[in-house]
T-cell receptor
Framework: NAGVTQTPKFQVLKTGQSMTLQCAQDMNHNSMYWYRQDPGMGLRLIYYSASEGTTDKGEVPNGYNVSRLNKREFSLRLESAAPSQTSVYFC???????????FGDGTRLSIL | AQTVTQSQPEMSVQEAETVTLSCTYDTSESNYYLFWYKQPPSRQMILVIRQEAYKQQNATENRFSVNFQKAAKSFSLKISDSQLGDTAMYFCAFMTNFGNEKLTFGTGTRLTIIP
């Protein structure tokens, strides 16, 4: 039972490089989310997709883009990575309104 | 906008003892959901317990229970008979009930269970 799968688990980039973080869920959930976790700040929402074909900005969207490729997959792209984007990134999915969100294992991303 | 405050950055307790983690929140909504998530060193985010604001009865899950005080906007987590495996970061989170299912998280409490 895979749940929410994120790839890669770790990545080191140089400033200015681009990268796409992948997320896939096998629970047939409608909504998907991308969060970042920084020390002392909890998780903050970057972007979310309430359903296939829709995406919306969260609290900290600057420097990121997303694609809801299909119902299963929701990717997060950094077009030009900056050191301030060093963080742990979590993808989550949710079956429908007011149900708990299920999280992937996270991607630790370091920007040098 | 909703805010969630966890005022205890770190706590420690002896194994088998009971510990309570505090969480307060601010919202103008009357109907919402509250969650506690656990993040062990493995980095996974694991749902511990969930509370619907319209339910007066406090949620319980085995050794985990909450004290939900709606008027005070307080949502504390009690862990009974603490175990070494309870060592983790604990996050309180809030979600509204208006079709906008975004979670707002607190900054977390790092709990250490001492053998």
């Amino acid at each position: 039972n895979a749940g929410v799968t994120q790839t890669p688990k770790f990545q080191v980039l140089k400033t200015g490089q681009s990268m796409t973080l992948q997320c896939a869920q096998d629970m047939n959930h409608n909504s998907m989310y991308w969060y970042r976790q920084d020390p002392g700040m909890g998780l903050r929402l970057i972007y979310y997709s309430a359903s296939e074909g829709t995406t919306d900005k969260g609290e900290v969207p600057n420097g990121y883009n997303v694609s809801r490729l299909n119902k299963r997959e929701f990717s997060l792209r950094l077009e030009s990575a900056a050191p301030s984007q060093t963080s742990v990134y979590f993808c989550a999915s949710q079956e429908y309104s007011n149900q708990p969100q299920h999280f992937g294992d996270g991607t630790r991303l370091s920007i040098l | 906008a909703q805010t969630v405050t966890q005022s205890q950055p770190e706590m420690s307790v002896q194994e088998a003892e009971t510990v309570t983690l505090s969480c307060t929140y601010d919202t103008s909504e009357s109907n919402y959901y509250l969650f506690w998530y656990k993040q062990p060193p493995s980095r996974q985010m694991i749902l511990v317990i969930r509370q619907e604001a319209y339910k007066q009865q406090n949620a319980t899950e085995n050794r985990f229970s909450v004290n939900f005080q709606k008027a005070a906007k307080s949502f504390s987590l009690k862990i009974s008979d603490s175990q070494l495996g309870d060592t983790a970061m604990y996050f309180c989170a809030f979600m509204t009930n208006f079709g906008n299912e975004k979670l707002t998280f607190g900054t977390g409490t790092r709990l250490t269970i001492i053998p």
